[in-house]
């Protein structure tokens, strides 16, 4: 009998999170004089390295290039930085941190700065033909209110988390129109059309989860267009319709037994007449005919007796 040995699963590590944090920069206008006054005085004793000759002519030569060649690396790690906007530095393929520091800041000249924007954005889906969560096809597209707060994670997580953005923001509205129903058949159940509200703040939930791996914030998301497809438009309003006169219908009558109820209870109360059950029934009928019609009723007046 022969006994197989346990198969090992190897697991492989998490990836790297990487993470914003400050980087180190300086204000930039004592280096950009410094720069400037390094790289006149390299030029100048250049010039004057021409008129001598011999060893003095070749230390002047020396002297000259190296003050030009860190005048030059002054002024190449000149950074300027408006407000809205941050630069990523990065050294050799690693990520050294983030300035947001505004004005003219001075960093490794040895470094790549990349320009990234902190600023609030808008994105607005494009309309979008979903079916609902009854099988409906209707058409929806929202807009989102999103920024940058972590470029660390917007550089390096993501490629291009502009359109990570708007992809996963159509995502979400598709998934969103596709958990709920246009308008709810059941009292208490959520719908697009009835909860905009709940179904907003669900919308701006998943869409911020979606997208946090990039570093964004989600600051509201609303839609902006919600209806049925044209296919069924129609149809969809004739229904619509047929709801609202039942549920006015239903309100009618409702309406109209209470008030048959209290002209009865009224008339018992105060012995105004006495009824029988016969004539109780022709008076509610009668009564109901007269309140739950849509037309103008008229009058008959009985000249006999309360039985003719």
Same mark, same amino acid.
């Given at each position: 009998?022969?006994?197989?040995?346990?198969?090992?699963?190897?697991?492989? /590590?998490? *990836?790297? @999170?990487?993470? #914003?944090?400050?980087?180190?920069?300086? *204000?930039?206008?004592?280096?950009?004089?410094?720069?400037?006054?390094?790289?006149?005085?390299?030029?100048?004793?250049?010039?004057?390295?021409?008129?001598?000759?011999?060893?003095?002519?070749?230390?002047?030569?020396?002297? $000259?290039?190296?003050?030009?060649?860190?005048?030059?690396?002054?002024?190449?790690?000149?950074? *300027?930085?408006? *407000?809205?906007?941050?630069?990523?530095?990065?050294?050799?393929?690693?990520?050294? $941190?983030?300035?947001?520091?505004?004005?003219?800041?001075? =960093?490794?000249?040895?470094?790549?700065?990349?320009?990234?924007?902190?600023?609030?954005?808008?994105?607005?889906?494009?309309?979008?033909?979903?079916?609902?969560? +009854?099988?409906?096809?209707?058409?929806?597209?929202?807009?989102?209110?999103?920024?940058?707060? +972590?470029?660390?994670?917007? =550089?390096?997580?993501?490629?291009?988390?502009?359109?990570?953005?708007?992809?996963?923001?159509?995502?979400?509205?598709?998934? %969103?129109?596709?958990?709920? /129903?246009?308008?709810? &058949?059941?009292?208490?159940? !959520?719908?697009?059309?009835?909860?905009?509200?709940?179904?907003?703040?669900?919308?701006?939930?998943?869409?911020? +989860?979606?997208?946090?791996?990039?570093?964004?914030?989600?600051?509201?998301?609303?839609?902006?267009?919600?209806?049925?497809?044209?296919?069924?438009?129609?149809?969809?309003?004739?229904?619509?319709?047929?709801?609202?006169?039942?549920?006015?219908?239903?309100? %009618?009558?409702? $309406?109209?037994? $209470?008030?048959?109820? !209290?002209?009865?209870?009224?008339?018992?109360?105060?012995?105004?007449? #006495?009824? +029988? #059950? #016969?004539?109780?029934?022709?008076?509610?009928?009668? !009564?109901?005919?007269?309140?739950?019609?849509?037309?103008?009723? &008229? @009058?008959?007046?009985?000249?006999?007796?309360?039985?003719?």
């Amino acid at each position: 009998m022969t006994t197989q040995a346990p198969v090992r699963t190897e697991q492989r /590590p998490a *990836p790297a @999170q990487v993470a #914003e944090f400050a980087a180190w920069s300086t *204000p930039g206008i004592k280096v950009l004089v410094a720069g400037i006054v390094g790289a006149a005085a390299a030029i100048a004793l250049l010039l004057d390295a021409r008129g001598q000759a011999g060893s003095t002519a070749a230390a002047l030569d020396w002297a $000259g290039a190296i003050l030009l060649i860190a005048a030059v690396l002054l002024l190449a790690g000149l950074t *300027p930085v408006v *407000p809205g906007q941050a630069r990523v530095i990065q050294l050799f393929g690693k990520y050294r $941190g983030t300035t947001h520091a505004t004005g003219l800041q001075w =960093v490794n000249p040895f470094t790549r700065r990349i320009k990234i924007s902190t600023r609030i954005r808008n994105h607005e889906t494009a309309q979008a033909k979903v079916n609902d969560a +009854d099988g409906n096809p209707i058409e929806i597209a929202a807009v989102v209110v999103w920024r940058v707060h +972590d470029t660390a994670k917007a =550089v390096y997580a993501v490629d291009e988390y502009t359109k990570f953005v708007a992809i996963q923001t159509e995502t979400a509205v598709r998934h %969103i129109a596709s958990s709920y /129903p246009y308008t709810s &058949q059941k009292e208490g159940d !959520l719908s697009l059309r009835e909860n905009v509200d709940e179904i907003t703040g669900q919308l701006s939930a998943e869409i911020a +989860d979606r997208v946090r791996p990039a570093g964004v914030d989600i600051i509201e998301s609303r839609l902006t267009r919600l209806s049925y497809a044209a296919e069924i438009a129609q149809a969809m309003l004739r229904q619509q319709a047929a709801s609202a006169v039942v549920g006015a219908r239903f309100r %009618i009558v409702e $309406g109209a037994v $209470g008030m048959v109820q !209290l002209a009865l209870k009224r008339l018992e109360e105060e012995g105004v007449v #006495e009824l +029988d #059950e #016969e004539r109780k029934a022709a008076m509610v009928s009668n !009564l109901l005919v007269v309140l739950c019609s849509e037309q103008a009723t &008229q @009058q008959v007046v009985n000249t006999g007796s309360l039985y003719q």
